[in-house]
């Protein structure tokens, strides 16, 4: 009779003796199953079924026996059950068969263990028995046992008194998959629950009859556990939960319950066990449907006997340690623990296969008959059809080559070094043509670096070593290896870096940069990013590496630190810097400090990759970088590029509220104002990012958005737009599809660098990647410079005059530090793969000298391009090289894989045939694509090595084969598409574009046999949804009739179709379309509900040559130039190809129909001058049926006086021609004085179209102007009367200020006062001017004729929208009676911005009142008449004025960077602005005498001077002009173009109405008339100048540098220096020569030194060391495992930063895991630790674990540090 205690019987291992007695066995019959489905599509799944008689022996002693008996099995691939609602646990398995013999007879070998204190000690198995075998066994052990809270005394409990058990408890306990936490809890079953379980037959009513049920439920957290046997290589990214349960994305459970009967908890009797284990995973990460899979054991008692059967003894014994999975080991080896296998597998040698670790005979039977040769034919005969596949063209799709290149990948990955050499030759010698061969060898380079096992690096660097690839291939190559290595030891990080110093790699810069990067980024990764243990399969090798190792002290970083000192060019110190951070060691930052600070000759660029490395350290030194950063933020004597680099760093680092609001109240003290608009933008762009958009919250940007909307208020605001510094964040959250991004764009702009920065990071529901993140930069003042050089094609002239006032004024003696040229780019993809290229001089004029060479002898390039060129270019990516093994309840791995292969191809022939004077072109190629994001999940079956599997499948695939033919003659260019080599008429389908999403499931031998993936293996089965599928055929619209046969197919079961369905699709993207074409991949089928479906779902873009008419498609394109003059009739630019390549004029061909267009459309338009231009395209389509089309377009635009005209006629005799002929005219505007005459803009376009121009017509009409209540309120509003008052105040004060001795406590009074409210009446003026020039009145008027039915249907659309959008503003509604004319008259509000619109059509009035000016448009409508549409668009675009503008009047200078001084100018010339640098003329001198200011400018060489005349009123003014000594007469109204002496250079003159002269260069825009001097910097570049008018880069720190380029005491000072003193004036007063002496015997500092000496005395190296002062440091230890955070309980002894052990002891230390759940105590805890904080509660929290420890006994600096100097 059975009365055992079922917890005894489960609890054993706390007291067994007591329990189980000597020759006590129980019997069990056992049966499992494990099987993989998508549930949710179908109730169709693949797995596997097994049954067997179990006896479970107690020995005595703890000591126990397990054997099976009769064991069966069966594996299945079908649909379980018609009704997909009925789960998994229900449905019924096919019958299982008897295992076969040679299995049976180790399956029955019994096992014994030992239980000592709940835990598994000592289990005895045969060597002759297969690793899984054991593992099964394992999980019958795991199934079996149940472990009681170690202070639970089970003597006193049971044996000795009636104490009850527990009924919850929680313990720690040892399985297949690790230590994880399980929780018990026994109730009892309600009498309710027993027909279930009497059903399901887990217990028998008669034998349990009269007693009660009771059950022990275990449930296993996967989230809590301290140690992990899992197997995962996860890339790319990492994911936003613990190592365990990620939301939807990814579940797993276990459950196990101890059913038993009795008359109470202490007399209950066993009846069945029943283990059930779930996982769910969702391999495309968004919102579809999950693959389910599970795992059911029941144990059932059959009986419990007194007398133990005999079993067989245990041949060739064995003892291992614990319950952990055990993975199979090379040369059939075996380990004694968990800790010795991981010893073993990490020790196994770089070179050698892992063939060894498969073909054991007993481990698996058919593997062993596999060798290296068998595989390395396999490999030729796959290499072989996939170059055929790549060459074919019919049915590219169906081929699946990315998953073929994968699956060879895999056979690959088997070998060792040594085969893959012999492979590779094997090969090269193949007997395949040359072409072919060549795609063979190219393959076998590209799959050697994506499958990523230690061996295939090692044969990667014999490759590029032995000159086998070229620098491209080398460099992608090594950039590549971070993404794909798999176990990175110590030993193959070794290989690596011995690769990195070959002379081959050091050949050439490119590779040695990138080398240098690529590995620093795979020992990060290895030994220091915390990532490491998601990414790497950690937990079965150990950690490969760590921070502590001493090869990144002694090897790595010193050999960094050399290439560093002793780089050969800027480019090699910058990949060095950005080497050294990306290493992301804390060693790093006293070696990064000081170019972070920019000593010892930094450039730039070198100082912001500096500042941008530091990032790297910001996980370990978070807070210490933070400071670092902080320091160089908030310091104003930093360079502005310098600031803006920390800030954005510091912001990735989440700086805390303090640090938001510091930066928030700055900008109100802010003197940078470009500075002042990054950092605004920055908190604008946050704050405005809402919750709802954010794809996570547990990221920085979450944070930052937060933190920026709590403090955007405190901010100065400033009008940002898209100015030269300009940062913008943005986030975007697709609820329907769980996805989402966020992305962050950067652009700065400086006199020192100019960058673009651009990071993408996507969300895919808890999988965290950045798919691309670059930065691009150029900087450097000397690049026009190093291009004129090599050409000197025009020949530079300079005037003697302005040469004698530079050397006067020493302009040239101290300029800006000059830096030089550099430019690059840098890019990360997929967070691993880090790609770098530079160019500087050195690189860059060679190219230049190269460039005009070709340009000055075409026939040279002709030689070298000449002839047939062969294109045969292999690509392949793996992009998500994800695999993950994890034990099962049932002891088979759960196997789950995804990866996203790629091919790219391209073969063909470039022929360039040079017989003519310009060179034919003809290019054959066939270019194919071939990616897939393929997955499943399920096991292997043991018995017959199959794999047993259900997933998903998607695809995408172009291939487009052309020949294509051009040759440009005469004018004219002609293009050939046709059928390449591998096309002709007889090909059959050409699939150009295929997308397929297939769920699968399959039973098929592992790849290593068959070599073929999951989809290409015969019985692979596809599951179908309830849905039926639907196959359509839809013709491409207009292919027919060009001959072409184009189909798109679709073979689909999506429910989402017509317009519902498209609305469906576009609600998952928030009808955004660049949503949809960043996720372009979730692009599948629908469900009923709108939900996203991976059901199977094709479309193919297909192309049928066979019957297809056309064969070939010529284009033909004619193009004439035409260019006017004042002077000249209309003229054509032609390009004439002699011995040298010349542009030159001709006069127009009547003869030439293109000309005659050109010259009808200039009479026409009757302009002054102007271009022209006439297009004439023919298309024919040749074949069976023959087409041809004619299209020409002739359009004109020029200029006569105020207007501007143009014409376009584009005509076609297929369809319709379309005529349109326009007219824009500005007004005459008065500059200075008040408008007179009425300001008003006249714009008239009439557009004609039809089978002629003549058929229909439209004509639109219209005045923009400004009203007469505008104009009336221009004069009587308050900033009017303002303007006004502080005029006479302003005049008032000058006046004063001139009767005071200058320098007195009086005069200096004055002059404050007098800045005071000369700022006030330049605002108010300002906005009066802008208020006399408003147009806000806008009428226009359309008038038509008769309009066909397309256009009144648009016309029908475009009312109902209007309508619609303004119904809440219609005011009145009146009908109308207008015949063929609608009339439009719109009146702005600018205060209330706010519009009026009256809307007049043939039928109807209506009115509208108070429309809304949309926000963002605020500031560009209503426009002004005072500048061109262009200029307003531009100022609303960047935020602010386009060009800077600088004002010299009535003794104040406001100079471009908007500071206003006083400042008198007298009778000497002075310089208001000029540029400094070497080889550039450019300058604008004032003076003034008679209160008249006179000009001066200097350009290439000529001189053009501008005074008052004699004759000069303040009603009638008239003027001197003088250019290079000849006078120009300039009337009212009038223009002159004045052409320069050297480079091309031209002065454009024109008077307005109320005579005020503006002289626009090709440098600046002059505004005079006499009195006033506004000038504006019209360069878009950066460029520094001189003068009273300062240097426009929004910068007023340098407001006070002399003509010298020394910093002044003042500003007044600094513009006493740009006075040029000659014989015809006067000399200085005696207090401005006191004070400029006194200047002039100063020491000359310039802004760089001055910067310097403002800066801090703390250096950043002082922060970064102030942790180092004292090596040895009590703290506690932190241990990370995966997730989980662990913290010593005491502290300990530990080094310092940058401080290395001299010697060390061994120590047992207590540790204390973290609950998972609490991310925000694990950040507290994890911070204090880090910080070096003592923590005495950790004491009486619970010991997770105890680990022995080698803890340091003396600690020292290492010689690192002498590299910091």
Same mark, same amino acid.
């Given at each position: 009779?059975?009365?055992?205690?079922?917890?005894?019987?489960?609890?054993?291992?706390?007291?067994?003796?007591?329990?189980?007695?000597?020759?006590?066995?129980?019997?069990?019959?056992?049966?499992?199953?494990?099987?993989?489905?998508?549930?949710?599509?179908?109730?169709?799944?693949?797995?596997?079924?097994?049954?067997?008689?179990?006896?479970?022996?107690?020995?005595?002693?703890?000591?126990?026996?397990?054997?099976?008996?009769?064991?069966?099995?069966?594996?299945?691939?079908? $649909?379980?059950?018609?009704?997909?609602?009925?789960?998994?646990?229900?449905?019924?398995?096919?019958?299982?068969?008897?295992?076969?013999?040679?299995?049976?007879?180790?399956?029955?070998?019994?096992?014994?263990?030992?239980?000592?204190?709940?835990?598994?000690?000592?289990?005895?198995?045969?060597?002759?028995?297969?690793?899984?075998?054991?593992?099964?066994?394992?999980?019958?052990?795991?199934?079996?046992?149940?472990?009681?809270?170690?202070?639970?005394?089970?003597?006193?409990?049971?044996?000795?008194?009636?104490?009850?058990?527990?009924?919850?408890?929680?313990?720690?306990?040892?399985?297949?998959?690790?230590?994880?936490?399980?929780?018990?809890?026994?109730?009892?079953?309600?009498?309710? =629950?027993?027909?279930?379980?009497?059903?399901?037959?887990?217990?028998?009513?008669?034998?349990?009859?009269?007693?009660?049920?009771?059950?022990?439920?275990?449930?296993?957290?996967?989230?809590?556990?301290?140690?992990?046997?899992?197997?995962?290589?996860?890339?790319? +990214?990492?994911?936003?939960?613990?190592?365990?349960?990620?939301?939807?994305?990814?579940?797993?459970?276990?459950?196990?319950?101890?059913?038993?009967?009795?008359?109470?908890?202490?007399?209950?009797?066993?009846?069945?066990?029943?283990?059930?284990?779930? #996982?769910?995973?969702?391999?495309?990460?968004?919102?579809?449907?999950?693959?389910?899979?599970?795992?059911?054991?029941? #144990?059932?008692?059959?009986?419990?006997?007194?007398?133990?059967?005999?079993?067989?003894? &245990?041949?060739?014994?064995?003892?291992?340690?614990?319950?952990?999975?055990?993975?199979?080991?090379?040369? %059939?080896?075996?380990?004694?623990?968990?800790?010795?296998?991981?010893?073993?597998?990490?020790?196994?040698?770089?070179?050698?296969?892992?063939?060894?670790?498969?073909?054991?005979?007993?481990?698996?039977?058919?593997?062993?008959?596999?060798?290296?040769?068998?595989?390395?034919?396999?490999?030729?005969?796959?290499?072989?059809?996939?170059?055929?596949?790549?060459?074919?063209?019919?049915?590219?799709?169906?081929?699946?080559?990315?998953?073929?290149?994968?699956?060879?990948?895999?056979?690959?990955?088997?070998?060792?070094?040594?085969?893959?050499?012999?492979?590779?030759?094997?090969?090269?010698?193949?007997?395949?043509?040359?072409?072919?061969?060549?795609?063979?060898?190219?393959?076998?380079?590209?799959?050697?670096?994506?499958?990523?096992?230690?061996?295939?690096?090692?044969?990667?660097?014999?490759?590029?070593?032995? +000159?086998?690839?070229?620098?491209?291939?080398?460099?992608?190559?090594?950039?590549?290896?971070?993404?794909? *290595?798999?176990?990175?030891?110590?030993?193959? &990080?070794?290989?690596?870096?011995?690769?990195?110093?070959?002379?081959?790699?050091?050949?050439?810069?490119?590779?040695?940069?990138?080398?240098?990067?690529?590995?620093?980024?795979?020992?990060?990764?290895?030994?220091?990013?915390?990532?490491?243990?998601?990414?790497?399969?950690?937990?079965?090798?150990?950690?490969?590496?760590?921070?502590?190792?001493?090869?990144?002290?002694?090897?790595?970083?010193?050999?960094?630190?050399?290439?560093?000192?002793?780089?050969?060019? !800027?480019?090699?110190?910058?990949?060095?810097?950005?080497?050294?951070?990306?290493?992301?060691?804390?060693?790093?930052?006293?070696?990064?400090?000081?170019?972070?600070?920019?000593?010892?000759?930094?450039?730039?660029? /070198?100082?912001?990759?500096?500042?941008?490395?530091?990032?790297?350290?910001?996980?370990?030194? $978070?807070?210490?970088? #933070?400071?670092?950063?902080?320091?160089?933020?908030?310091?104003?004597?930093?360079?502005?590029?310098?600031?803006?680099?920390?800030?954005?760093?510091?912001?990735?680092?989440?700086?805390?509220?303090? *640090?938001?609001?510091?930066?928030?109240?700055?900008?109100?003290?802010?003197?940078?104002?470009?500075?002042?608009?990054?950092?605004?933008?920055?908190?604008?762009?946050?704050?405005?990012?809402?919750?709802?958009?954010?794809?996570? !919250?547990?990221?920085?940007?979450?944070?930052?958005?937060?933190?920026?909307?709590?403090?955007?208020?405190?901010?100065? @605001?400033?009008?940002?737009?898209?100015?030269?510094?300009?940062?913008?964040?943005?986030?975007?959250?697709?609820?329907?599809?769980?996805?989402?991004?966020?992305?962050?764009?950067?652009?700065?702009?400086?006199?020192?660098?100019?960058?673009?920065?651009?990071?993408?990071?996507?969300?895919?529901?808890?999988?965290?990647?950045?798919?691309?993140?670059?930065?691009?930069?150029?900087?450097?003042?000397?690049?026009?410079?190093?291009?004129?050089?090599?050409?000197?094609?025009?020949?530079?002239?300079?005037?003697?005059?302005?040469?004698?006032?530079?050397?006067?004024?020493?302009?040239?003696?101290?300029?800006?530090?000059?830096?030089?040229?550099?430019?690059?780019?840098?890019?990360?993809?997929?967070?691993?793969?880090?790609?770098?290229?530079?160019?500087?001089?050195?690189?860059?004029?060679?190219?230049?000298?190269?460039?005009?060479?070709?340009?000055?002898?075409?026939?040279?390039?002709?030689?070298?391009?000449?002839?047939?060129?062969?294109?045969?270019?292999?690509?392949?990516?793996?992009?998500?090289?994800?695999?993950?093994?994890?034990?099962?309840?049932?002891?088979?791995?759960?196997?789950?894989?995804?990866?996203?292969?790629?091919?790219?191809?391209?073969?063909?022939?470039?022929?360039?045939?040079?017989?003519?004077?310009?060179?034919?072109?003809?290019?054959?190629?066939?270019?194919? +694509?071939?990616?897939?994001?393929?997955?499943?999940?399920?096991?292997?079956?043991?018995?017959?090595?199959?794999?047993?599997?259900?997933?998903?499948?998607?695809?995408?695939?172009?291939?487009?084969?052309?020949?294509?033919?051009?040759?440009?003659?005469?004018?004219?260019?002609?293009?050939?598409?046709?059928?390449?080599?591998?096309?002709?008429?007889?090909?059959?389908?050409?699939?150009?574009?295929?997308?397929?999403?297939?769920?699968?499931?399959?039973?098929?031998?592992?790849?290593?046999?068959?070599?073929?993936?999951?989809?290409?293996?015969?019985?692979?089965?596809?599951?179908?949804?309830?849905?039926?599928?639907?196959?359509?055929?839809?013709?491409?619209?207009?292919?027919?009739?060009?001959?072409?046969?184009?189909?798109?197919?679709?073979?689909?079961?999506?429910?989402?179709?017509?317009?519902?369905?498209?609305?469906?699709?576009?609600?998952?993207?928030?009808?955004?379309? &660049?949503?949809?074409?960043?996720?372009?991949?979730?692009?599948?089928?629908?469900?009923?509900?709108?939900?996203?479906?991976?059901?199977?779902?094709?479309?193919?873009?297909?192309?049928?040559?066979?019957?297809?008419?056309?064969?070939?498609?010529?284009?033909?394109?004619?193009?004439?130039?035409?260019?006017?003059?004042?002077?000249?009739?209309?003229?054509?630019?032609?390009?004439?190809?002699?011995?040298?390549?010349?542009?030159?004029?001709?006069?127009?061909?009547?003869?030439?129909?293109?000309?005659?267009?050109?010259?009808?459309?200039?009479?026409?338009?009757?302009?002054?001058?102007?271009? %022209?231009?006439?297009?004439?395209?023919?298309?024919?389509?040749?074949?069976?049926?023959?087409?041809?089309?004619?299209?020409?377009?002739?359009?004109?635009?020029?200029?006569?006086?105020?207007?501007?005209?143009?014409?376009?006629?584009?005509?076609?005799?297929?369809?319709?021609?379309?005529?349109?002929?326009?007219?824009?005219?500005?007004?005459?505007?008065?500059?200075?004085? /008040?408008?007179?005459?009425?300001?008003?803009?006249?714009?008239?376009?009439?557009?004609?179209?039809?089978?002629?121009?003549?058929?229909?017509?439209?004509?639109?009409?219209?005045?923009?102007?400004?009203?007469?209540?505008?104009?009336?309120?221009? $004069?009587?509003?308050?900033?009017?009367?303002?303007?006004?008052?502080?005029?006479?105040?302003?005049?008032?004060?000058?006046?004063?200020?001139?009767?005071?001795?200058?320098?007195?406590?009086?005069?200096?009074?004055?002059?404050?006062?007098?800045?005071?409210?000369?700022?006030?009446?330049?605002?108010?003026?300002?906005?009066?001017?802008?208020?006399?020039?408003?147009?806000?009145?806008?009428?226009?008027?359309?008038?038509?004729?008769?309009?066909?039915?397309?256009?009144?249907?648009?016309?029908?659309?475009?009312?109902?929208?209007?309508?619609?959008?303004?119904?809440?503003?219609?005011?009145?509604?009146?009908?109308?009676?207008?015949?063929?004319?609608?009339?439009?008259?719109?009146?702005?509000?600018?205060?209330?911005?706010?519009?009026?619109?009256?809307?007049?059509?043939?039928?109807?009035?209506?009115?509208?009142? %108070?429309?809304?000016?949309?926000?963002?448009?605020?500031?560009?409508?209503?426009?002004?008449?005072?500048?061109?549409?262009?200029?307003?668009?531009?100022?609303?675009?960047?935020?602010?004025?386009?060009?800077?503008?600088?004002?010299?009047? @009535?003794?104040?200078?406001?100079?471009?960077?908007?500071?206003?001084?006083?400042?008198?100018?007298?009778?000497?010339?002075?310089?208001?602005?000029?540029?400094?640098?070497?080889?550039?003329?450019?300058?604008?001198?004032?003076?003034?005498?008679?209160?008249?200011?006179?000009?001066?400018?200097?350009?290439?060489?000529?001189?053009?001077?501008?005074?008052?005349?004699?004759?000069?009123?303040?009603?009638?003014?008239?003027?001197?002009?003088?250019?290079?000594?000849?006078?120009?007469?300039?009337?009212?109204?009038?223009?002159?173009?004045?052409?320069?002496?050297?480079?091309?250079?031209?002065?454009?003159?024109?008077?307005?109405?109320?005579?005020?002269?503006?002289?626009?260069?090709?440098?600046?825009?002059?505004?005079?008339? +006499?009195?006033?001097?506004?000038?504006?910097?019209?360069?878009?570049?950066?460029?520094?100048?001189?003068?009273?008018?300062?240097?426009?880069?929004?910068?007023?720190?340098? =407001?006070?540098?002399?003509?010298?380029?020394?910093?002044?005491?003042?500003?007044?000072?600094?513009?006493?220096?740009?006075?040029?003193?000659?014989?015809?004036?006067?000399?200085?007063?005696?207090?401005?020569?006191?004070?400029?002496?006194?200047?002039?015997?100063?020491?000359?500092?310039?802004?760089?030194?001055?910067?310097?000496?403002?800066?801090?005395?703390?250096?950043?190296?002082?922060?970064?060391?102030?942790?180092?002062?004292?090596?040895?440091?009590?703290?506690?230890?932190?241990?990370?495992?995966?997730?989980?955070?662990?913290?010593?309980?005491?502290?300990?002894?530990?080094?310092?930063?940058?401080?290395?052990?001299?010697?060390?002891?061994?120590?047992?230390?207590?540790?204390?895991?973290?609950?998972?759940?609490?991310?925000?105590?694990?950040?507290?805890?994890?911070?204090?630790?880090?910080?070096?904080?003592?923590?005495?509660?950790?004491?009486?929290?619970?010991?997770?674990?105890?680990?022995?420890?080698?803890?340091?006994?003396?600690?020292?600096?290492?010689?690192?540090?002498?590299?910091?100097?």
């Amino acid at each position: 009779m059975r009365t055992l205690n079922i917890l005894i019987l489960l609890i054993g291992a706390v007291a067994c003796e007591p329990f189980f007695h000597s020759g006590r066995e129980h019997v069990f019959y056992y049966k499992g199953k494990m099987m993989t489905g998508i549930p949710e599509l179908d109730a169709h799944y693949s797995g596997l079924t097994m049954e067997a008689k179990l006896y479970f022996q107690s020995l005595g002693s703890q000591q126990y026996r397990l054997a099976m008996e009769n064991i069966k099995y069966n594996k299945f691939n079908e $649909r379980l059950s018609e009704d997909k609602s009925e789960n998994w646990r229900q449905l019924q398995t096919p019958e299982p068969a008897q295992v076969p013999d040679e299995h049976q007879t180790y399956l029955e070998y019994p096992i014994e263990f030992s239980m000592q204190d709940g835990e598994i000690r000592g289990i005895k198995v045969s060597e002759r028995e297969p690793v899984w075998s054991v593992n099964l066994k394992k999980s019958l052990i795991s199934l079996i046992k149940v472990q009681l809270p170690s202070n639970f005394d089970i003597k006193s409990n049971i044996v000795r008194g009636p104490t009850s058990f527990p009924r919850v408890w929680e313990v720690m306990e040892s399985g297949l998959d690790g230590k994880c936490e399980n929780t018990y809890q026994t109730v009892e079953i309600p009498e309710s =629950e027993l027909p279930e379980l009497v059903e399901a037959k887990y217990i028998d009513r008669e034998r349990c009859q009269n007693r009660k049920i009771f059950q022990v439920m275990k449930t296993r957290n996967v989230n809590k556990c301290s140690e992990r046997t899992a197997y995962q290589v996860n890339q790319p +990214g990492q994911t936003l939960c613990p190592t365990g349960n990620c939301d939807n994305m990814w579940q797993r459970t276990s459950m196990t319950r101890y059913i038993a009967c009795g008359s109470s908890e202490q007399d209950m009797e066993l009846e069945v066990i029943v283990n059930e284990a779930e #996982l769910h995973q969702n391999l495309r990460a968004f919102n579809t449907e999950s693959l389910v899979s599970g795992v059911k054991q029941v #144990l059932k008692v059959e009986e419990v006997r007194s007398e133990l059967s005999s079993l067989p003894q &245990i041949p060739s014994p064995r003892t291992i340690e614990g319950l952990f999975y055990e993975y199979p080991l090379a040369n %059939g080896k075996t380990s004694k623990s968990y800790r010795d296998q991981q010893k073993k597998l990490r020790e196994m040698p770089v070179t050698s296969d892992f063939l060894s670790a498969l073909s054991n005979r007993e481990e698996h039977s058919i593997l062993a008959k596999l060798s290296p040769s068998t595989l390395k034919q396999r490999i030729v005969e796959h290499l072989e059809k996939l170059s055929q596949d790549l060459e074919e063209v019919e049915h590219f799709g169906k081929k699946q080559v990315s998953v073929n290149v994968l699956a060879v990948s895999k056979i690959f990955s088997l070998l060792g070094t040594e085969d893959m050499k012999s492979l590779y030759e094997q090969v090269k010698q193949h007997s395949a043509n040359e072409q072919q061969r060549e795609v063979m060898t190219h393959l076998v380079q590209e799959i050697a670096v994506i499958t990523g096992t230690s061996p295939a690096i090692v044969f990667t660097r014999h490759l590029i070593e032995s +000159g086998e690839l070229n620098l491209y291939r080398i460099v992608m190559t090594i950039s590549m290896l971070p993404h794909y *290595v798999r176990t990175p030891t110590i030993e193959l &990080i070794n290989q690596i870096f011995e690769l990195i110093k070959s002379p081959v790699v050091h050949q050439h810069e490119s590779s040695k940069m990138n080398a240098m990067l690529a590995f620093s980024t795979i020992v990060n990764r290895a030994c220091i990013d915390r990532s490491r243990f998601e990414r790497f399969p950690v937990f079965v090798y150990g950690e490969f590496c760590t921070s502590k190792n001493t090869e990144i002290t002694t090897k790595y970083i010193p050999y960094l630190v050399e290439q560093l000192k002793s780089a050969r060019s !800027t480019n090699e110190r910058a990949a060095a810097i950005l080497s050294l951070g990306s290493l992301g060691h804390e060693s790093a930052i006293q070696i990064l400090i000081p170019y972070v600070e920019g000593r010892d000759n930094t450039t730039p660029m /070198e100082q912001r990759l500096a500042i941008y490395s530091l990032h790297h350290l910001g996980e370990e030194r $978070r807070s210490e970088v #933070l400071n670092i950063y902080s320091s160089l933020v908030f310091n104003p004597t930093e360079d502005r590029d310098t600031r803006i680099a920390a800030f954005n760093q510091m912001l990735t680092l989440e700086p805390s509220a303090v *640090v938001f609001q510091k930066l928030a109240t700055s900008t109100w003290f802010e003197k940078d104002t470009e500075f002042h608009k990054f950092v605004y933008a920055t908190l604008k762009s946050l704050s405005e990012i809402e919750e709802t958009e954010q794809s996570n !919250t547990h990221t920085p940007l979450y944070k930052n958005s937060h933190m920026a909307r709590q403090v955007i208020h405190m901010a100065k @605001a400033i009008p940002t737009g898209f100015s030269y510094n300009f940062n913008y964040f943005g986030s975007e959250w697709l609820k329907s599809l769980e996805v989402g991004y966020q992305v962050h764009y950067a652009h700065t702009s400086s006199e020192r660098i100019q960058q673009v920065y651009s990071k993408v990071e996507y969300f895919l529901q808890q999988l965290k990647f950045t798919p691309l993140e670059f930065c691009t930069f150029w900087t450097g003042n000397n690049f026009a410079k190093e291009v004129s050089e090599v050409f000197n094609s025009v020949e530079k002239k300079f005037s003697s005059e302005w040469e004698e006032i530079i050397s006067m004024l020493s302009l040239k003696d101290q300029t800006k530090d000059e830096t030089h040229f550099q430019s690059g780019i840098w890019a990360r993809l997929f967070d691993d793969v880090q790609i770098m290229h530079f160019v500087n001089t050195d690189n860059f004029r060679p190219i230049v000298e190269r460039v005009k060479k070709v340009i000055e002898s075409p026939i040279e390039l002709k030689k070298q391009m000449c002839g047939k060129t062969p294109l045969n270019f292999v690509k392949v990516n793996n992009w998500a090289p994800t695999e993950v093994v994890i034990p099962s309840d049932m002891g088979f791995p759960i196997i789950i894989e995804l990866h996203m292969p790629g091919v790219l191809s391209v073969q063909g022939e470039l022929n360039v045939e040079c017989s003519g004077v310009v060179p034919s072109v003809s290019l054959e190629v066939t270019t194919k +694509g071939s990616s897939a994001l393929t997955g499943y999940v399920g096991t292997i079956c043991p018995f017959t090595m199959d794999m047993i599997a259900t997933g998903v499948e998607e695809q995408f695939n172009f291939n487009y084969p052309v020949k294509m033919t051009t040759h440009y003659n005469n004018g004219k260019l002609n293009m050939v598409f046709a059928h390449n080599s591998n096309t002709n008429s007889s090909t059959q389908e050409i699939d150009m574009m295929t997308y397929s999403v297939k769920p699968f499931s399959t039973i098929k031998p592992i790849v290593y046999v068959d070599g073929l993936p999951l989809t290409g293996n015969k019985y692979t089965k596809t599951i179908e949804s309830e849905d039926k599928r639907k196959t359509l055929t839809l013709p491409i619209p207009y292919a027919e009739s060009l001959g072409l046969d184009l189909k798109l197919k679709m073979e689909t079961e999506t429910n989402a179709f017509g317009l519902q369905g498209l609305f469906d699709y576009a609600s998952l993207y928030n009808y955004n379309p &660049i949503n949809a074409l960043m996720f372009s991949w979730t692009s599948s089928a629908m469900t009923q509900s709108g939900r996203a479906s991976c059901r199977h779902h094709e479309m193919q873009f297909v192309y049928n040559p066979s019957r297809s008419q056309t064969t070939e498609v010529e284009f033909d394109l004619t193009f004439a130039l035409a260019l006017k003059s004042k002077t000249e009739e209309p003229k054509i630019v032609q390009i004439t190809n002699q011995q040298q390549l010349q542009i030159e004029t001709v006069q127009l061909q009547h003869s030439k129909p293109e000309h005659q267009k050109i010259q009808q459309a200039f009479q026409k338009l009757i302009v002054e001058e102007g271009f %022209g231009f006439n297009i004439d395209v023919d298309l024919a389509f040749r074949g069976g049926r023959s087409k041809s089309y004619t299209y020409s377009l002739s359009a004109t635009h020029g200029i006569r006086q105020l207007s501007q005209k143009w014409n376009l006629h584009l005509e076609s005799p297929h369809s319709m021609d379309i005529c349109v002929d326009g007219e824009f005219t500005m007004p005459e505007i008065s500059l200075r004085e /008040e408008q007179s005459s009425k300001v008003e803009v006249f714009y008239k376009n009439t557009i004609e179209f039809g089978k002629s121009c003549e058929e229909h017509k439209m004509e639109v009409t219209g005045t923009t102007g400004v009203s007469r209540d505008q104009s009336k309120k221009s $004069r009587t509003s308050e900033e009017s009367i303002k303007c006004e008052k502080y005029t006479k105040k302003f005049n008032k004060l000058r006046d004063e200020l001139k009767s005071l001795s200058e320098g007195s406590a009086e005069y200096k009074k004055v002059k404050e006062q007098l800045l005071k409210v000369h700022d006030k009446k330049e605002r108010y003026c300002e906005e009066k001017s802008e208020q006399e020039r408003t147009l806000d009145e806008v009428k226009f008027e359309i008038t038509y004729t008769p309009m066909p039915e397309y256009v009144r249907q648009y016309v029908r659309y475009a009312d109902l929208i209007v309508k619609g959008a303004f119904a809440p503003y219609m005011t009145n509604y009146k009908s109308s009676q207008t015949q063929r004319r609608v009339e439009v008259e719109l009146n702005f509000e600018k205060e209330n911005n706010a519009f009026d619109m009256t809307l007049t059509t043939e039928e109807e009035e209506i009115k509208y009142k %108070g429309i809304r000016v949309p926000e963002q448009i605020r500031s560009l409508v209503p426009m002004f008449a005072s500048y061109t549409p262009s200029e307003q668009f531009m100022s609303y675009v960047m935020g602010s004025e386009l060009y800077p503008k600088c004002r010299v009047g @009535a003794g104040i200078v406001h100079s471009f960077d908007k500071k206003s001084y006083h400042y008198e100018l007298d009778d000497c010339y002075h310089v208001l602005s000029a540029e400094t640098e070497q080889g550039s003329e450019y300058a604008v001198l004032a003076k003034e005498q008679n209160g008249r200011k006179e000009l001066k400018f200097f350009i290439s060489g000529s001189k053009l001077t501008i005074e008052p005349s004699e004759q000069y009123t303040e009603s009638r003014k008239e003027y001197e002009i003088e250019f290079d000594g000849e006078k120009i007469d300039l009337e009212r109204s009038g223009m002159k173009v004045l052409r320069t002496r050297g480079q091309g250079h031209y002065y454009k003159l024109w008077r307005s109405v109320d005579d005020v002269i503006v002289v626009e260069t090709p440098f600046s825009r002059v505004v005079y008339d +006499g009195e006033t001097i506004e000038l504006e910097n019209t360069r878009m570049t950066h460029s520094e100048l001189r003068g009273l008018c300062g240097n426009p880069n929004m910068d007023k720190r340098d =407001e006070t540098v002399t003509a010298q380029g020394c910093v002044a005491k003042s500003i007044y000072t600094a513009a006493i220096s740009y006075r040029v003193q000659d014989r015809t004036c006067s000399t200085l007063s005696q207090y401005k020569q006191h004070i400029y002496q006194q200047q002039q015997q100063q020491q000359c500092k310039t802004i760089k030194s001055q910067q310097q000496q403002q800066k801090k005395t703390v250096h950043l190296t002082q922060l970064a060391l102030k942790e180092t002062e004292e090596c040895s440091q009590m703290r506690h230890a932190l241990i990370q495992q995966g997730n989980t955070i662990c913290i010593s309980q005491v502290p300990v002894v530990q080094c310092g930063n940058g401080c290395d052990a001299r010697t060390s002891l061994e120590k047992v230390v207590p540790f204390t895991c973290l609950p998972t759940n609490r991310p925000r105590v694990i950040r507290l805890y994890e911070e204090k630790v880090r910080r070096g904080e003592l923590l005495p509660e950790l004491r009486n929290m619970e010991n997770t674990f105890k680990s022995e420890m080698d803890i340091p006994t003396s600690c020292a600096l290492p010689g690192i540090l002498k590299f910091s100097n």
